[in-house]
């Protein structure tokens, strides 16, 4: 069973930076697309920024400029730090992983608060 598992979640000012991590652990034989996606009350889930196992990324809107993906291969974890955080900024965040054969799969969400 796989499961991720995201940290480093909190509150912030606005212009401070955060960096969220996400671990997946369980059987699989690679990890292949991980990614974040963030979601408010009342809104759609929308990508934050997605990595691919050759390490080529996608950002959404949001976060085009101010944020960074990364990952780890070899410990299967990947991070997203984030810059310049605005109030617009608050949401959760969820860790995305995509397998092209057992689907796709997300972690329990972890909040991200921006304000004064």
């Known amino acids: 069973q796989i499961q991720l598992t995201e940290s480093g979640g909190g509150s912030v000012q606005p212009g401070e930076s955060l960096t969220l991590s996400c671990a997946v652990s369980?059987?699989?034989?690679?990890?292949?697309?991980l990614g974040w996606y963030r979601q408010v009350p009342g809104k759609q889930r929308e990508l934050v920024a997605e990595?691919?196992?050759?390490?080529?990324?996608n950002y959404g809107d949001p976060a085009k400029g101010r944020f960074i993906i990364s990952r780890d291969n070899a410990k299967n974890t990947a991070q997203l730090q984030m810059n310049s955080l605005e109030p617009e900024d608050t949401a959760v965040y969820y860790c995305n992983l995509k397998q092209p054969v057992s689907g796709t799969y997300w972690g329990q969400g972890t909040q991200v608060t921006v304000s004064p």
């Open positions: 369980g059987s699989m034989f690679r990890v292949d697309t």
């Open positions: 990595i691919f196992r050759n390490g080529r990324t």
